[in-house]
């Protein structure tokens, strides 16, 4: 089992930033391939950026690429999601997940085993 808990959420101003975390614990004797997707009432969760497994490729949903930044730290096992220029439309729950089997980066649901609580970003207008 691999717990993952998100923190960092909050209410931002338009064109604020904010910077999400997620802490890893539990069975993570090598590092995951590590996720960040969010979702608003009435859609469905969608991806938002991955990252490897050492952090040497990463993946964005066009919704966010220039703005999103995913990053991780293996040795305090965290993953990080920088929120630059924030828009209304980025409000959601965000949540991390990991994918232990995985070889390659992938945006795919199924593709994650594990997922966080998630933490409620708000970007208001």
């Known amino acids: 089992q691999v717990q993952l808990v998100e923190s960092g959420g909050g209410l931002v101003q338009t064109g604020g930033s904010l910077r999400l975390s997620c802490a890893a614990s539990?069975?993570?004797?090598?590092?995951?391939?590590m996720g960040w997707f969010r979702q608003s009432p009435g859609k469905e969760r969608e991806f938002v950026a991955a990252?490897?497994?050492?952090?040497?490729?990463?993946n964005y949903a066009d919704s966010v690429a220039g703005r999103f930044t995913i990053s991780r730290d293996n040795a305090e096992k965290k993953v990080y999601l920088q929120m630059n220029s924030l828009k209304p439309d980025d409000t959601a729950v965000y949540y991390c997940?990991?994918?232990?089997?995985?070889?390659?980066?992938?945006?795919?649901?199924?593709?994650?085993?594990?997922w966080g609580q998630g933490t409620q970003v708000t970007v208001s207008s």
């Open positions: 990252i490897s497994r050492g952090g040497g490729s990463t």
């Open positions: 539990g069975r993570t004797f090598r590092s995951p391939i």
């Open positions: 997940a990991a994918d232990v089997q995985s070889t390659v980066v992938r945006t795919s649901r199924r593709a994650y085993n594990y």
